[in-house]
């Protein structure tokens, strides 16, 4: 930090925060010289320029980060695999538009805020996650594998017409589901296929 000390007229020095907010100047001794009891001192902040950005700025949403990466974390370590810079980037893509985006998809919306990141990276990164239990792949007629970070029980409504995928939650009691007798299921896969309320509307026109 940058300050200007004025006495009269007198020059300049450099000088660093100190202890609870006071600010130390190491040419102390020096700049009391010649100085008498009357004076008084300016301290005027530089705060043009800072290395790593201004001195007021603050992270956005650190606790939903903090949470988020905490989250992801767990899971990785849970399956064997470690967090990795790559894996928060393809996890935030996932969750920040939950689209059900192709491993194409992810890779072209990861380039913009990873650009080193690859496409076998990608698909790495969507392997590790599945495989985690933080996103499901999900399979469309004989489209692309898509991906889908809600790991609740739901199914999917997807529009023949614009291809958008919905999620509708399926009951907490799934017992009453009907299911061959003595058959215990793991996790549901349903997909419905039809058009949306949008390009239904649009055919009538």
């Known amino acids: 930090m940058r300050f200007t000390v004025l006495a009269d007229g007198r020059g300049t020095s450099d000088g660093a925060a100190g202890p609870a907010g006071r600010v130390v100047c190491p040419n102390r001794g020096k700049a009391r010289a010649g100085l008498g009891k009357n004076h008084q001192f300016r301290i005027i902040l530089n705060l043009d320029q800072r290395a790593g950005g201004s001195y007021f700025s603050r992270p956005v949403n650190a606790p939903a980060n903090n949470e988020n990466e905490r989250h992801l974390t767990e899971k990785l370590g849970t399956s064997g695999f470690r ?32 650009p080193e990141i690859s496409h076998a990276t990608v698909y790495n990164c969507l392997d590790a996650l599945v495989q985690s239990g933080l996103a499901r792949q999900v399979q469309l007629q004989r489209g692309a594998t898509r991906f889908c970070p809600n790991m609740a029980e739901h199914a999917h409504y997807h529009c023949g017409e614009c291809g958008e995928v919905f999620d509708v939650m399926m009951p907490a009691d799934t017992a009453s589901m009907p299911r061959p007798k003595g058959f215990q299921v793991d996790h549901y896969d349903i997909a419905a296929h039809g058009v949306c309320a949008d390009c239904a509307a649009k055919k009538k026109r």
């Open 83 to 114: 967090f990795t810079p790559q894996r928060r980037c393809v996890y935030d893509v996932l969750i920040q538009k939950r689209d059900h985006p192709t491993a194409d998809e992810v890779f072209i919306r990861a380039k913009k805020a990873m």
